[in-house]
Protein backbone atom coordinates (compact mmCIF):
# COMPACT_ATOMS: atom_id res chain seq x y z
CA UNK A 1 0.00 0.00 0.00
CA UNK A 2 1.18 3.46 -0.78
CA UNK A 3 1.37 5.85 2.64
CA UNK A 4 -0.65 9.13 1.18
CA UNK A 5 -2.57 12.18 2.06
CA UNK A 6 -5.84 12.88 0.85
CA UNK A 7 -5.51 16.54 0.65
CA UNK A 8 -8.83 18.20 0.93
CA UNK A 9 -9.49 21.95 1.12
CA UNK A 10 -6.45 24.12 2.47
CA UNK A 11 -9.01 26.44 4.34
CA UNK A 12 -8.81 23.93 6.87
CA UNK A 13 -5.03 24.38 7.41
CA UNK A 14 -3.72 27.43 9.14
CA UNK A 15 -3.44 30.53 6.48
CA UNK A 16 -0.41 32.25 8.64
CA UNK A 17 2.39 32.06 6.76
CA UNK A 18 5.62 33.96 7.43
CA UNK A 19 8.71 34.55 5.69
CA UNK A 20 11.71 32.05 5.18
CA UNK A 21 15.14 33.83 4.54
CA UNK A 22 17.67 31.80 2.41
CA UNK A 23 20.59 34.09 3.30
CA UNK A 24 21.87 37.02 2.93
CA UNK A 25 21.47 40.17 0.12
CA UNK A 26 17.52 40.71 0.76
CA UNK A 27 15.85 41.15 3.72
CA UNK A 28 12.74 43.18 2.16
CA UNK A 29 9.49 40.67 2.48
CA UNK A 30 8.56 39.46 -1.36
CA UNK A 31 4.97 41.09 -0.84
CA UNK A 32 2.83 43.91 0.43
CA UNK A 33 -0.54 43.52 2.15
CA UNK A 34 -1.14 47.41 1.64
CA UNK A 35 -3.09 48.33 -1.55
CA UNK A 36 -0.63 50.70 -3.21
CA UNK A 37 -2.51 53.84 -5.07
CA UNK A 38 -1.11 52.61 -8.11
CA UNK A 39 -3.04 49.51 -7.53
CA UNK A 40 -6.26 51.31 -6.50
CA UNK A 41 -5.72 53.46 -9.37
CA UNK A 42 -5.25 50.36 -12.03
CA UNK A 43 -8.40 48.71 -10.78
CA UNK A 44 -10.34 51.57 -10.02
CA UNK A 45 -13.18 49.52 -12.16
CA UNK A 46 -13.12 47.06 -9.14
CA UNK A 47 -14.36 46.97 -5.72
CA UNK A 48 -11.21 46.20 -4.13
CA UNK A 49 -12.90 45.74 -0.50
CA UNK A 50 -14.59 42.21 -1.27
CA UNK A 51 -13.44 38.87 -2.71
CA UNK A 52 -10.24 38.13 -2.28
CA UNK A 53 -8.33 41.40 -2.49
CA UNK A 54 -9.56 41.05 1.04
CA UNK A 55 -8.33 37.59 2.37
CA UNK A 56 -4.89 36.92 4.10
CA UNK A 57 -4.23 35.09 1.27
CA UNK A 58 -3.80 38.23 -1.21
CA UNK A 59 -0.94 40.27 -1.19
CA UNK A 60 0.85 42.88 -3.81
CA UNK A 61 3.76 42.02 -5.38
CA UNK A 62 6.82 44.36 -5.24
CA UNK A 63 7.58 45.97 -8.50
CA UNK A 64 10.91 44.04 -8.99
CA UNK A 65 8.54 40.78 -9.49
CA UNK A 66 5.86 42.06 -11.91
CA UNK A 67 8.46 41.87 -15.35
CA UNK A 68 6.46 42.47 -18.55
CA UNK A 69 5.57 39.92 -21.04
CA UNK A 70 6.66 38.97 -23.60
CA UNK A 71 4.46 39.56 -26.81
CA UNK A 72 5.16 38.34 -30.16
CA UNK A 73 8.56 36.43 -29.12
CA UNK A 74 11.53 36.48 -31.54
CA UNK A 75 11.93 33.08 -32.94
CA UNK A 76 14.87 30.94 -34.19
CA UNK A 77 15.46 27.13 -35.59
CA UNK A 78 16.14 25.00 -32.81
CA UNK A 79 19.52 23.53 -34.41
CA UNK A 80 20.63 27.49 -34.82
CA UNK A 81 20.07 28.28 -30.73
CA UNK A 82 23.70 27.99 -29.65
CA UNK A 83 22.70 29.53 -26.05
CA UNK A 84 19.96 27.44 -24.80
CA UNK A 85 22.16 24.48 -22.99
CA UNK A 86 21.45 20.93 -23.19
CA UNK A 87 20.60 20.47 -19.59
CA UNK A 88 18.24 23.66 -19.80
CA UNK A 89 14.81 22.71 -19.43
CA UNK A 90 11.77 24.12 -21.97
CA UNK A 91 8.48 24.29 -21.77
CA UNK A 92 7.31 22.48 -25.24
CA UNK A 93 4.17 22.86 -26.71
CA UNK A 94 2.46 20.75 -29.76
CA UNK A 95 -0.82 22.42 -31.48
CA UNK A 96 -2.05 21.30 -34.91
CA UNK A 97 1.28 19.41 -36.02
CA UNK A 98 3.70 22.95 -35.04
CA UNK A 99 5.82 22.48 -32.12
CA UNK A 100 8.21 25.04 -30.30
CA UNK A 101 10.22 25.48 -27.05
CA UNK A 102 9.86 27.86 -24.80
CA UNK A 103 13.10 27.91 -22.60
CA UNK A 104 12.53 28.52 -19.20
CA UNK A 105 14.99 31.40 -18.00
CA UNK A 106 13.12 33.03 -20.58
CA UNK A 107 9.76 32.44 -19.18
CA UNK A 108 10.81 33.10 -15.82
CA UNK A 109 12.38 36.66 -16.61
CA UNK A 110 8.70 37.67 -18.07
CA UNK A 111 6.22 34.94 -16.46
CA UNK A 112 3.97 35.56 -19.26
CA UNK A 113 4.99 34.61 -23.14
CA UNK A 114 2.05 35.82 -25.49
CA UNK A 115 2.55 33.86 -28.04
CA UNK A 116 0.23 32.23 -31.16
CA UNK A 117 0.96 28.50 -32.25
CA UNK A 118 -0.57 25.93 -34.81
CA UNK A 119 -2.88 29.09 -35.63
CA UNK A 120 -3.94 29.22 -31.51
CA UNK A 121 -3.43 32.13 -29.29
CA UNK A 122 -1.60 31.13 -26.41
CA UNK A 123 0.18 32.37 -22.97
CA UNK A 124 2.89 30.37 -21.84
CA UNK A 125 3.38 31.30 -18.44
CA UNK A 126 5.38 30.45 -15.28
CA UNK A 127 5.47 31.28 -11.36
CA UNK A 128 8.45 30.99 -9.67
CA UNK A 129 7.02 30.86 -5.90
CA UNK A 130 5.04 27.71 -6.82
CA UNK A 131 7.94 26.66 -9.90
CA UNK A 132 4.31 26.23 -12.10
CA UNK A 133 4.61 26.40 -15.85
CA UNK A 134 0.87 26.33 -17.34
CA UNK A 135 -0.14 27.48 -21.00
CA UNK A 136 -3.79 28.54 -21.56
CA UNK A 137 -5.66 29.52 -24.68
CA UNK A 138 -5.73 33.23 -24.36
CA UNK A 139 -9.42 33.19 -25.95
CA UNK A 140 -11.89 34.78 -23.75
CA UNK A 141 -15.72 35.03 -24.87
CA UNK A 142 -14.14 34.15 -28.72
CA UNK A 143 -12.02 37.04 -28.78
CA UNK A 144 -7.83 36.59 -28.74
CA UNK A 145 -6.25 38.70 -25.95
CA UNK A 146 -2.91 39.02 -24.41
CA UNK A 147 -2.39 37.99 -20.67
CA UNK A 148 -0.58 40.32 -17.95
CA UNK A 149 0.42 40.23 -14.48
CA UNK A 150 -2.05 41.81 -12.08
CA UNK A 151 0.84 42.54 -9.74
CA UNK A 152 -0.28 40.57 -6.83
CA UNK A 153 -0.71 36.52 -5.82
CA UNK A 154 -2.99 34.86 -4.16
CA UNK A 155 -1.74 32.19 -2.02
CA UNK A 156 1.91 32.71 -2.94
CA UNK A 157 0.60 32.74 -6.81
CA UNK A 158 0.31 35.04 -9.48
CA UNK A 159 -2.48 36.33 -10.49
CA UNK A 160 -3.17 37.02 -14.39
CA UNK A 161 -5.24 39.18 -16.63
CA UNK A 162 -6.68 39.21 -19.60
CA UNK A 163 -6.59 42.73 -21.69
CA UNK A 164 -10.45 42.26 -22.88
CA UNK A 165 -12.50 41.73 -19.50
CA UNK A 166 -9.71 42.51 -17.07
CA UNK A 167 -10.53 39.41 -15.74
CA UNK A 168 -8.58 37.97 -12.66
CA UNK A 169 -6.40 33.92 -13.17
CA UNK A 170 -5.17 32.11 -11.13
CA UNK A 171 -1.57 31.50 -12.57
CA UNK A 172 -1.71 27.55 -11.63
CA UNK A 173 -5.10 26.57 -12.29
CA UNK A 174 -6.37 29.02 -14.82
CA UNK A 175 -9.60 29.64 -12.43
CA UNK A 176 -11.56 33.03 -12.38
CA UNK A 177 -10.91 34.82 -9.19
CA UNK A 178 -12.28 38.34 -9.59
CA UNK A 179 -14.09 40.56 -12.85
CA UNK A 180 -16.57 39.77 -15.39
CA UNK A 181 -15.44 36.19 -15.86
CA UNK A 182 -14.96 35.33 -12.56
CA UNK A 183 -17.03 31.67 -12.24
CA UNK A 184 -14.84 30.94 -15.40
CA UNK A 185 -11.92 28.89 -16.58
CA UNK A 186 -9.18 29.05 -18.82
CA UNK A 187 -8.75 26.58 -21.52
CA UNK A 188 -5.96 24.93 -20.50
CA UNK A 189 -3.21 24.00 -23.41
CA UNK A 190 -1.11 20.69 -22.96
CA UNK A 191 2.63 21.13 -22.43
CA UNK A 192 5.84 19.19 -21.34
CA UNK A 193 8.57 20.14 -19.29
CA UNK A 194 11.95 18.63 -20.62
CA UNK A 195 15.31 19.69 -21.27
CA UNK A 196 16.48 20.94 -24.73
CA UNK A 197 18.18 18.10 -25.73
CA UNK A 198 15.59 16.05 -25.01
CA UNK A 199 13.32 18.53 -26.76
CA UNK A 200 15.58 17.89 -30.17
CA UNK A 201 15.48 13.86 -29.35
CA UNK A 202 12.27 13.48 -29.54
CA UNK A 203 11.05 15.77 -32.24
CA UNK A 204 14.33 15.05 -34.81
CA UNK A 205 13.72 16.84 -38.19
CA UNK A 206 10.59 18.19 -37.56
CA UNK A 207 9.98 21.37 -39.95
CA UNK A 208 10.32 24.02 -38.94
CA UNK A 209 11.02 23.40 -35.43
CA UNK A 210 11.85 26.83 -33.40
CA UNK A 211 12.35 28.05 -29.90
CA UNK A 212 11.86 31.34 -28.56
CA UNK A 213 15.24 33.54 -28.63
CA UNK A 214 15.93 35.88 -25.95
CA UNK A 215 14.60 39.37 -25.31
CA UNK A 216 16.78 42.14 -23.99
CA UNK A 217 14.96 41.58 -20.51
CA UNK A 218 15.94 37.49 -20.00
CA UNK A 219 19.35 38.45 -21.56
CA UNK A 220 20.46 40.27 -17.72
CA UNK A 221 21.37 37.95 -15.34
CA UNK A 222 18.58 37.49 -13.36
CA UNK A 223 18.88 38.02 -9.41
CA UNK A 224 17.04 34.61 -7.12
CA UNK A 225 14.94 35.84 -4.70
CA UNK A 226 16.11 35.73 -0.83
CA UNK A 227 13.08 35.93 1.33
CA UNK A 228 9.74 34.60 0.20
CA UNK A 229 6.03 33.77 2.10
CA UNK A 230 4.39 30.75 2.21
CA UNK A 231 1.53 29.46 4.00
CA UNK A 232 2.26 27.27 6.92
CA UNK A 233 1.76 23.80 6.61
CA UNK A 234 -0.08 21.62 9.46
CA UNK A 235 -0.94 18.21 7.36
CA UNK A 236 2.08 15.39 7.73
CA UNK A 237 4.27 15.56 4.67
CA UNK A 238 7.27 13.29 6.35
CA UNK A 239 10.22 14.84 5.87
CA UNK A 240 9.25 16.70 2.59
CA UNK A 241 9.87 20.25 3.06
CA UNK A 242 7.54 23.31 1.61
CA UNK A 243 9.77 23.78 -1.58
CA UNK A 244 10.45 20.43 -2.12
CA UNK A 245 9.53 19.65 -5.37
CA UNK A 246 6.28 17.10 -6.76
CA UNK A 247 5.32 15.37 -9.64
CA UNK A 248 1.66 15.91 -10.29
CA UNK A 249 -0.04 13.49 -12.56
CA UNK A 250 -4.03 13.40 -12.71
CA UNK A 251 -5.32 13.42 -9.64
CA UNK A 252 -1.78 11.89 -7.80
CA UNK A 253 1.52 13.45 -7.27
CA UNK A 254 4.95 12.11 -5.93
CA UNK A 255 7.75 13.20 -4.62
CA UNK A 256 10.47 14.32 -6.87
CA UNK A 257 13.02 13.02 -5.13
CA UNK A 258 11.40 9.91 -4.75
CA UNK A 259 11.02 9.46 -8.09
CA UNK A 260 14.47 10.60 -8.70
CA UNK A 261 15.85 8.25 -6.33
CA UNK A 262 13.82 4.91 -8.02
CA UNK A 263 13.86 5.70 -11.76
CA UNK A 264 10.68 4.47 -12.00
CA UNK A 265 6.93 4.83 -10.66
CA UNK A 266 3.72 2.14 -11.03
CA UNK A 267 0.15 3.10 -9.69
CA UNK A 268 -2.40 1.26 -11.15
CA UNK A 269 -2.52 2.38 -14.67
CA UNK A 270 0.08 4.82 -14.20
CA UNK A 271 3.99 4.16 -15.05
CA UNK A 272 5.88 7.31 -14.41
CA UNK A 273 9.56 7.01 -15.74
CA UNK A 274 12.49 9.08 -14.61
CA UNK A 275 15.56 10.26 -17.00
CA UNK A 276 18.63 11.92 -15.88
CA UNK A 277 19.48 15.39 -18.02
CA UNK A 278 17.80 18.44 -16.77
CA UNK A 279 18.13 21.44 -14.77
CA UNK A 280 15.56 22.67 -12.61
CA UNK A 281 13.77 25.36 -13.67
CA UNK A 282 13.94 28.71 -12.01
CA UNK A 283 12.27 29.51 -8.83
CA UNK A 284 12.32 31.56 -6.08
CA UNK A 285 14.10 29.33 -3.82
CA UNK A 286 17.30 28.12 -6.01
CA UNK A 287 17.15 25.29 -3.66
CA UNK A 288 17.50 22.80 -6.90
CA UNK A 289 19.70 25.01 -8.90
CA UNK A 290 22.19 23.31 -9.28
CA UNK A 291 20.74 19.44 -9.36
CA UNK A 292 20.22 17.01 -11.76
CA UNK A 293 16.25 16.92 -11.67
CA UNK A 294 15.41 15.02 -14.78
CA UNK A 295 13.33 14.42 -17.25
CA UNK A 296 10.02 13.00 -15.98
CA UNK A 297 7.23 11.03 -18.80
CA UNK A 298 4.27 9.24 -17.67
CA UNK A 299 1.92 6.87 -18.99
CA UNK A 300 -1.57 5.57 -18.67
CA UNK A 301 -2.52 2.06 -19.60
CA UNK A 302 -4.63 1.06 -22.01
CA UNK A 303 -5.28 -2.47 -22.38
CA UNK A 304 -1.72 -3.53 -24.04
CA UNK A 305 -1.16 -0.09 -24.76
CA UNK A 306 0.53 3.10 -23.24
CA UNK A 307 -0.53 6.41 -23.74
CA UNK A 308 1.48 9.46 -22.69
CA UNK A 309 -0.53 11.58 -20.29
CA UNK A 310 0.12 15.13 -18.54
CA UNK A 311 2.55 15.88 -15.79
CA UNK A 312 2.77 19.03 -13.47
CA UNK A 313 5.68 19.71 -11.14
CA UNK A 314 4.98 21.91 -8.47
CA UNK A 315 6.60 22.58 -5.39
CA UNK A 316 4.88 21.40 -1.99
CA UNK A 317 3.21 24.42 -0.86
CA UNK A 318 1.01 25.42 -4.23
CA UNK A 319 0.34 21.63 -3.93
CA UNK A 320 -0.75 21.66 -0.27
CA UNK A 321 -2.86 24.59 -1.30
CA UNK A 322 -4.43 24.31 -4.41
CA UNK A 323 -4.57 20.02 -4.34
CA UNK A 324 -8.45 20.02 -4.49
CA UNK A 325 -8.63 16.85 -3.12
CA UNK A 326 -5.57 14.83 -4.85
CA UNK A 327 -3.48 12.38 -3.25
CA UNK A 328 0.18 13.21 -2.16
CA UNK A 329 2.27 9.43 -2.59
CA UNK A 330 4.90 9.66 0.54
CA UNK A 331 6.09 5.93 -0.18
CA UNK A 332 6.59 3.61 -3.02
CA UNK A 333 4.20 0.87 -2.24
CA UNK A 334 6.09 -2.54 -1.91
CA UNK A 335 4.66 -3.65 -5.64
CA UNK A 336 6.18 -0.76 -7.48
CA UNK A 337 8.52 -0.76 -9.62
CA UNK A 338 8.90 -4.39 -10.11
Known amino acids: MLKSILLGSFLALSLVGGPLNFGGGISQASAQTVLSEDFKAQWSDRDLTVG ?20 RP ?17 ITVE ?11 IVAA ?11 PIAVTYCQVCSSAMVFKRDVDGDATPLRLVGASYEENIILYDEATRTWWQQINGLGLSGPKADGAL ?25 VADSALSSQPQQVR ?13 SLKAWDRVVVVDREAWPLELL ?8 DDLLILWEPGRQAAPDSFGKDRDRDVGNITAYSRRGDH ?29 DEGR
Do not use: C, W
Not at 74 to 90: C, F, I, Q, R, Y
Not at 95 to 105: E, Q
Open 74 to 90: SLLPALADHKTGNLEPL
Open 52 to 71: IVGSSGFRLDLPEDVPPSYD
Open 260 to 267: RKAGRLES
Open 110 to 120: HRIINDSLGGV
Open 187 to 211: DVIPSKMESFAAFLKRVPGKPGLMV
Open 306 to 334: LLETDTSIQLLHAFYQFSDGKKLHLERGA
Open 95 to 105: INGAVRGYPMR
Open 226 to 238: QTVYIPSMEQDAG
